[in-house]
């Protein structure tokens, strides 16, 4: 395995996937947009249940 993809694939790519999905969500949901259905996913949240929480 590369060390790029080692790092891609690792702690520190998934700790920068979150962090991104993280900024798009919240960014979405301060202009009123519905976040990506992606995003939600890679913070754990069900993109089905979004609708339901009172934000």
């Known amino acids: 395995m590369s060390f790029r993809k080692s790092i891609r694939d690792g702690f ?3 700790a920068f996937a979150m962090i991104g999905a ?3 969500v919240s960014a979405s ?3 009123g947009r519905r ?3 992606r995003d939600l ?3 754990g949240i069900d993109p089905s ?3 339901r ?3």
């Open 12 to 14: 520190l790519g998934r």
């Open 22 to 24: 993280a900024n798009a």
């Open 29 to 31: 949901v301060e202009s």
């Open 35 to 37: 976040p990506k259905a």
């Open 41 to 43: 996913r890679e913070l």
């Open 49 to 51: 249940m979004f609708g």
């Open 53 to 55: 929480i009172n934000h």
